[in-house]
């Protein structure tokens, strides 16, 4: 991994064609912003898991004859928030 300290308004260039330029600083984070091309795929790390463990979750549910489908599971949420239907 390489460490780098920059400053805001500093930028570093990954190969030809991304720039990555530090842009504030605030308390125990930074502000960044990223210039790659439209093609190149950026993604927050606890996003990515985040989606990849509620796949996981529902293929298990799936597999285990518990999937209810997408309306059902719908109807029965708005229920709740709606207390009990006539």
């Given at each position: ?6 400053k ?38 606890e ?40």
């Open positions: 991994m390489l460490v780098l300290t920059r805001v308004g500093e930028r570093i260039l990954v190969g030809d064609d991304i720039v990555i330029t530090v842009l504030d600083g605030r308390g125990d984070g930074v502000r960044i912003g990223i210039d790659a091309p439209r093609g190149v795929k950026i993604q927050r790390e996003v990515v898991r985040a989606v990849t463990e509620a796949n996981a979750e529902a293929a298990a549910a799936a597999s285990a004859g518990t999937d209810d489908d997408a309306a059902a599971r719908l109807r029965r949420a708005l229920g709740e928030l709606g207390g009990s239907s006539s």
